[in-house]
């Protein structure tokens, strides 16, 4: 069967069948590279990896094992390792305490010097922080008491307190050296506590104003009432 037979040469179908036998063995090889290829495309360096990745994590863990490290208590001194303890802020406000009446310094201004019968002299309260640190302190009317008294101090004409002794709460944080100031408009007349009998225009004369916040006093200032 392998003996060609026909009219021609022997050589001749030798040759034919050759090329038909590396047509085929191309062709073969064609498919066979075509199918490595395709094979190895589907299955990329960076899947594997990861795929190799994930199973050597998974096989590492302990069984049972939480991803979530334990919370540390604040009974034990000791840190784990790697484990960070996340600090108070810096700039955390400080509550400011209570200001003691030696931290504070009350003075009491005139408008001016000399007021008219009839006109309503204005005064000041400056309530100055006079110690190294800030504090906090009740300033509000009803601890505010501004007193006219004659020049020498020995008898009370007026008061802030007499007719109006309730007042709202003024809780301030004063930083050292922080003042806070008031005004308070009197009158001319006279005042008794509780507003109790007459009011009447005090007569021109030379008089004293005095402030307290609370214990506090201030030292007196003069005015005239021409």
């Known amino acids: ?12 179908y030798w040759r034919r069948r050759a090329f038909a036998i590396g047509i085929l063995v191309v ?29 050597s994590s998974a096989t590492s863990k302990p069984a049972g094992a939480s991803s979530t490290p334990p919370p540390t208590t604040g ?7 790697g484990t960070t303890t996340a600090a108070a802020p810096a700039s955390s406000p400080v509550a400011a305490g209570a200001c003691p009446d030696q931290s504070l310094a ?10 008219k019968t009839g006109e309503t002299p204005v005064f000041g309260i400056v309530i100055t922080n006079i110690s ?16 006219v008294t004659t020049l020498d101090g020995q008898r009370r004409l007026w008061s802030s307190t007499d007719c109006y002794p309730d007042g709202a709460p003024d809780v301030r944080t004063l930083n050292r050296g922080e003042q806070a100031a008031f005004m308070v408009t009197w009158s001319g007349s006279t005042s008794q506590p509780n507003c109790a009998g007459d009011r009447v225009q005090v007569p021109p004369g030379a008089y004293a104003v005095v402030a307290q916040l609370g214990s506090l006093r201030s030292a007196a200032e003069p005015f005239n009432i021409a």
């Open 1 to 12: 069967m392998l003996e060609p037979n026909g009219p021609l040469p022997p050589e001749i």
């Open 27 to 55: 062709a073969l090889a064609l498919v066979i590279w075509l199918v490595l290829t395709v094979t190895r495309g589907g299955d990329s360096p960076g899947t594997t990896k990861a795929a190799a990745t994930s199973t």
């Open 75 to 81: 009974e034990s001194g000791a840190k784990p390792s």
């Open 106 to 115: 009350v003075k009491v201004t005139v408008e001016q010097p000399t007021y």
């Open 132 to 147: 190294s640190s800030a504090c906090s302190r009740d300033v509000g009317s009803g601890l505010q008491q501004v007193s």
